[in-house]
């Protein structure tokens, strides 16, 4: 077995005022298939009609795929975090209050199906994001943006209705992605797996019930990745441990969504040198989101004192092995801005102290309280995960707590329909930005589709954040925001999770295979020589 740990790039550092184009087209690539086992769940349903539409998902899966498929204007490089030039030749804001921004796309670009790529696709595809505004997509990064016009074939410009130094950043995500005009219906969807874009890949197969997806290097992609492999063939398991057994066997080439604690601890110390772990430092957070209407946990007394008795030490040594960290803040260690806000708030987790908060709120004891999670979505520990919050909670007597799985399909749309008081989620940054934990989760019409309302977080802090173009200026209003969040707790966050990668020791490129939202990039594995 080899180990390798992976430093990933600092997360901090400016936003260029002027994108340049970077690499040299789209290289010779390789000629092996990779073989990528995965857990990942994909089906078409009401609720997820068009899995791989671009305004239809805001789910890591889907973006997995759709970042390997689609282009966008700019990208988050190899290092770093300033984007680079992706469909665009260049792209820059062209007022002082970043107000403004324009890109002029590259000559000579066409999607899977032959069509021209232009600026007018552009226009079209963040207007459709905008105006089917689906519930469980991600139209919400694009709420700042008052019009997109097609200046020429060439040129894009969007104007903002507010400043934004972040919004180069939304751009690199699927959210932005870039679909054919005379393929994707302006008020529709186009449903099943089907996809057509001007992407490194184009999808030949997606047969998730039949175990196999195959994504072939697009002949026609013209931008600047280097493709390292002729496709990539994806396996889908029920389990993790049937995913690491087709690996050592040989029968895949990478996993990694998702390696259980269990089996990080098993391949780290292994002795098959047939099999390399890379361990890289992650940005995935988990949390717990309250349902603030409700008559219990709606008390703020309440919130408060779980977040007083809540032992994120003993959670990430009992339920991940370490293979996790305590978090202390909605914004997790590493980022520019991050305060441990939870920790100043609350301090050691305490019995008394969580006492004294309810009995001051006039709030009886035991508190009933269910708590509910998805069963197959972020790995199966997650059950363990729940079982120790669950005893953790019992034990100090507070409160009377009940738990209950539900599988992803049924959960995911159960969220936005307020279904559940008190639930687990996860959550992987859109792009490397501490404003990537916040706005999503407090602005208006926020992915969790929560009723709390902070007025000084979203009319006040976000907005000062966004004026600053270096986003290391930020920490005061970033730090302020995770103060408020800590105080009110209608979010607790728990962990923060590492990024694990499993592969054969042939299989090169391991160590690229993940940016830092966790997003599968399959450009850069290829195949060398096995030790």
């Known amino acids: 077995m080899n180990r390798k740990t992976v430093v ?3 997360l901090a550092g400016l936003l260029a005022p002027l994108l340049a184009a970077c690499g040299d087209g789209s290289g010779s690539g390789g000629d092996d298939t990779v073989v990528v086992g995965t857990t990942d769940e994909f089906a078409v349903s009401k609720d997820t009609p068009a899995p791989f539409d671009p305004a239809a998902s805001y789910d890591v899966a889907a973006w997995n795929i759709m970042r390997n498929t689609f282009q966008t204007l700019v990208r988050i490089p190899r290092s770093g975090t300033e984007p680079e030039a992706d469909a665009a030749e260049k792209c820059s804001f062209t007022d002082a209050h970043n107000e403004q921004y324009r890109c002029t796309l590259k000559e000579g670009q066409r999607f899977s199906n032959g069509n021209e790529l232009d600026a007018e696709d552009v226009e079209f595809s963040i207007r459709r994001q905008l105006s089917i505004n689906y519930v469980n997509g991600p139209a919400s990064l694009f709420a700042n943006v ?139 957070i988990r949390y717990l989101v309250f349902d603030t209407d409700d008559r219990v946990v709606g008390r ?12 994120r030490q003993k959670l990430v040594r ?91 399909k049924t959960f995911h749309p159960a969220t936005a329909k307020k279904v559940f008081q008190i639930y687990g989620f996860g959550w992987f940054p859109d792009f490397p930005d501490a404003e990537s934990y916040l706005a999503p989760f407090f602005e208006e019409n926020n992915v969790l589709h929560s009723p709390y309302v ?55 490129g391991v160590e690229w295979a993940l940016n830092a939202s966790s997003i599968n990039q399959f450009w850069e594995l290829g195949r060398g020589v096995s030790d």
Do not use: C
């Not at 966050?493 to 090169?508: E, F, M, N």
């Open 318 to 408: 009992d339920a991940y092995s370490r293979a996790s960290e305590a978090l202390y803040s909605i914004v997790p260690s590493g980022l520019p801005g991050h305060k441990n806000s939870f920790f100043n708030e609350y301090g050691q987790p305490s019995v008394a102290a969580a006492r004294a908060t309810l009995s001051k709120a006039n709030i009886d004891t035991p508190v009933k309280v269910q708590l509910d999670y998805t069963t197959d979505h972020y790995g199966e520990v997650t059950t363990d995960e729940f079982k120790v919050l669950k005893k953790q909670l019992n034990d100090t007597g507070l409160f009377e707590v009940t738990t209950k799985g539900t599988k992803w």
């Open 146 to 284: 008052d019009k997109v016009e097609a200046v020429d074939e060439k040129q894009v410009v969007f104007h903002l209705k507010k400043p934004d130094a972040t919004f180069p950043l939304k751009l690199t995500t699927p959210a932005a992605a870039i679909v054919d005009s005379e393929t994707y219906p302006k008020d529709g969807f186009v449903d099943g797996f089907s996809v057509t874009g001007s992407g490194p890949y184009v999808v030949d197969s997606f047969e998730p019930s039949d175990g196999k997806a195959v994504l072939s290097r697009n002949p026609k992609y013209d931008g600047g990745l280097d493709v390292r492999n002729k496709e990539i063939e994806l396996r889908f398991f029920k389990s993790a441990k049937s995913m690491e057994q087709a690996l050592t066997a040989g029968d895949i080439d990478v996993m990694n969504r998702t390696i259980s604690p269990s089996q990080v601890d098993r391949l780290g110390t292994a002795k098959d040198k047939g099999v390399q772990l890379v361990e890289q430092s992650g940005q995935e």
């Open 454 to 508: 902070n007025r000084e977080i979203r009319d006040k802090l976000i907005p000062e954040s966004r004026r600053l173009t270096e986003r290391a200026n930020a920490a005061k209003q970033f730090g302020r925001a995770q103060d408020l969040v800590a105080k009110d707790v209608p979010l607790l966050p728990l962990w923060q999770g590492k990024q694990y990668v499993a592969a054969r020791d042939d299989i090169t």
């Open 300 to 311: 703020k007394a309440v919130r408060q004192a779980m977040a007083q008795v809540i032992d």
């Open 8 to 10: 990933l790039p600092v």
